[in-house]
């Protein structure tokens, strides 16, 4: 006996079969856990502050829908959440290789090398917040905790010399 | 051609009589750019004034340094009224933009026929790159002087 009948008496199939599986459900466990590793740092990191976020997050996970609610709510509500989040981590990763004061044309290059989506905007969106300011020398940086507290709510501001 | 009343919003054309903005408003159109599109690159012939209406810009110097303007009224691509000259800047929209532009060639023709409306323009503009004075070389500087 040989060949596909030796296969077949061998459970050859099933087994190949199971081996697909296994290797399939594998590969499929490790994206999910890469796709939601961020989600459950940040859940954990902000799970102690606020409880409600945390509801909305596990929400998310099971529901794509419930998902896009949560991430409105939170932007209605101000928080800093969700994918905005991750991209102003990113960009403070960016920044610190860079060294403070930084030059704010070379941290959109290297954000948009480094495929951060819609950097311009999210620029724009610290900027406006105070988040991140402008020198009167041209460079930037990131403000300080008193300094954000300060700009919140104000018009905008990266540098008086910057508002014209 | 863009109306009177929207012009006169504009610091730059703020001083102006009715009379004078009424041949600006010939002359003006409306643009539109999106998010992430660079509206002037640095060293090209500079052929257009550029005036925000709505939107967000970054004012990007050669040597890296920049300015982000917020505000409607913000002018870019000054470099248009000082005939024949590059854009001294690259300027890329952080937000979708729209502008008020004027014709580089146009405008410096309309100016040194009016002087005294040039004046008024110059004056203003020259007020605006006051507050960019850090960012501004001594050769631009020298082109604006040559300008007015």
Redesign the interface.
């Known amino acids: 006996m040989g060949g596909f009948s030796a296969i077949s008496a061998g459970n050859g199939w099933l087994i190949a079969a199971m081996g697909i599986s296994v290797v399939f459900f594998g590969l499929a466990s490790l994206a999910f856990i890469i796709t939601y590793f961020p989600r459950a740092i940040r859940w954990w990191n902000d799970h102690a502050k606020s409880p409600k976020y945390t509801v909305q997050l596990l929400r998310s996970l099971f529901s794509q829908r419930s998902r896009k609610a949560a991430v409105r709510a939170d932007t209605r509500e101000g928080h800093e959440t969700g994918e905005f989040d991750d991209v102003e981590e990113a960009l403070r990763l960016l920044t610190a290789h860079m060294k403070e004061p930084f ?4 941290l ?1 290059e290297v954000a948009e090398q480094r495929g951060l989506a ?4 999210k ?2 969106r610290l ?2 917040k105070g988040t991140m300011v ?1 020198g ?5 940086r990131w403000a300080t905790p008193n300094e954000t507290s300060k700009q919140s709510g104000s ?2 501001l ?7 | 051609m863009i109306p009177i009343d929207e012009l006169k919003k504009y610091e730059i054309l703020a001083e102006l009589d009715p009379a004078e903005l009424k041949f600006l408003s010939a002359m003006a159109e409306a643009t539109q750019a999106r998010e992430g599109e660079v509206l002037i690159q640095a060293g090209l012939p500079a052929r257009t004034l550029y005036i925000l209406q709505e939107g967000d810009l970054m004012v990007a110097f050669p040597d890296g340094r920049a300015i982000t303007l917020h505000k409607p009224g913000g002018v870019v691509g000054w470099s248009a009224l000082v005939s024949p000259a590059g854009y001294t800047a690259s300027v890329t929209c952080l937000t979708d933009c729209t502008f008020v532009t004027f014709s580089g060639s146009e405008l410096l023709r309309l100016v040194q026929r009016n002087v005294a409306m040039g004046t008024k323009i110059m004056r203003n503009i020259s007020k605006v790159l006051s507050r960019r004075l850090p960012f501004l070389q001594e050769e631009d500087r020298q082109r604006l002087r040559k300008g007015r």
């Open positions: 030059k704010l044309p070379r959109i819609r950097v311009h905007s620029i724009n900027l406006v402008g009167a020398d041209g460079l930037f018009e905008l990266s540098g008086e010399s910057h508002k014209d």
